[in-house]
C-alpha cells in the first residue's frame, strides 16, 4: 500500500530560524512529489512539484529536496517569518495513470509548524 | 481569477437532516475531487470525477453522494449526516494528462450535532 509518512507532526521554531521537515514515501512506482502548504482553515496551496530527475528545487525561502533512490525528500524553510505558520504537507503521485489519465495521490498527514517572535 | 469555490464555508446542522455542499471551478478542469481533513488523519478522498457523468469513490465514499452535470460543478451530498461526519471538507480540481497540482477550495468546515 503507497504510504506517505511526515516528520516531525508538529514543530515551533523562533521566528527568523531555519527549520527542515522531511518526507518519506513509498509510493511505487513514483512520478512526481509536491509540498503544500496550509493555512489554518485554508486550502492547501502548492509550493514546489518535484519530479524524479530533480534533486533540488527553491520557491523563494523554500527549498525542497528530492532523494528518489532512498525515497525520501526535505522541505528547508531560512530565515522563517511568523507567516510560514501553517502546515506543511507532503504529496507524492503514482506514475500509473488510469483510464482518463487520472493519477492516484498519497497525501502525508502534514507537519504542523509553529513561529514564534 | 482561477479559483475553486465551496460554499457555505461554515455549517452546523442536525441529525439527519439532508445538506448539499457546493463546488464549482472556473479554470475547466476535467478532475475534481472531495476531500474530508480531521485532526490527525490528513486529507482523505471521498469521491472523484474525471468528467461529465464521471464519477468514482475514493477511500472513505459512505454516507456521501456526489454528481457531475456540469463540468464546472461538483456537489457533494449527504443525505442523512451523522455526528461522524463532521469535519472540514475541500473540494479540489486539476486537469488530467500531467504534472499539475490540486487547486483547493477554502474549505467547508462542517458541524452535525
Known amino acids: 500500500k503507497n504510504q506517505v509518512e511526515q516528520s516531525p507532526q508538529s514543530l515551533i521554531i523562533l521566528e527568523g530560524k531555519n527549520c527542515t521537515l522531511q518526507c518519506n514515501y513509498t509510493v511505487s512506482p513514483f512520478s512526481n512529489l509536491r509540498w503544500y502548504k496550509q493555512d489554518t482553515g485554508r486550502g492547501p496551496v502548492s509550493l514546489t512539484i518535484?519530479?524524479?530527475?530533480?534533486n533540488t528545487k527553491s520557491n523563494g525561502r523554500y527549498t525542497a529536496t528530492l532523494d528518489a533512490d532512498t525515497k525520501q525528500s526535505s522541505l528547508h524553510i531560512t530565515a522563517s517569518q511568523l507567516s510560514d505558520s501553517a502546515s506543511y504537507i507532503c504529496?507524492?503521485?503514482?506514475?500509473?495513470?488510469?483510464?482518463?489519465?487520472?493519477?492516484?495521490?498519497?497525501f502525508g498527514t502534514g507537519t504542523k509548524l509553529q513561529v514564534i517572535p | 481569477e482561477a479559483q475553486v469555490t465551496q460554499n457555505p464555508r461554515y455549517l452546523i446542522t442536525v441529525t439527519g437532516k439532508k445538506l448539499t455542499v457546493t463546488c464549482s471551478q472556473n479554470m475547466n478542469h476535467e478532475y475534481m475531487s472531495w476531500y474530508r481533513q480531521d485532526p490527525g488523519l490528513g486529507l482523505r478522498q471521498i469521491y472523484y470525477?474525471?468528467?461529465?457523468?464521471?464519477?468514482d469513490k475514493g477511500d472513505v465514499p459512505e454516507g456521501y453522494k456526489v454528481s457531475r452535470k456540469e463540468k464546472r460543478n461538483f456537489p457533494l451530498i449527504l443525505e442523512s449526516p451523522s455526528p461522524n461526519q463532521t469535519s472540514l471538507y475541500f473540494c479540489a480540481s486539476s486537469t488530467l494528462g500531467g504534472p499539475y497540482g490540486y487547486t483547493f477550495g477554502s474549505g467547508t468546515r462542517l458541524t452535525v450535532v
Open positions: 504529496v507524492v503521485s503514482d506514475l500509473r495513470r488510469y483510464s482518463g489519465g487520472y493519477q492516484k495521490v498519497t
Open positions: 518535484m519530479t524524479f530527475s530533480e
Open positions: 470525477s474525471m468528467n461529465v457523468e464521471v464519477t
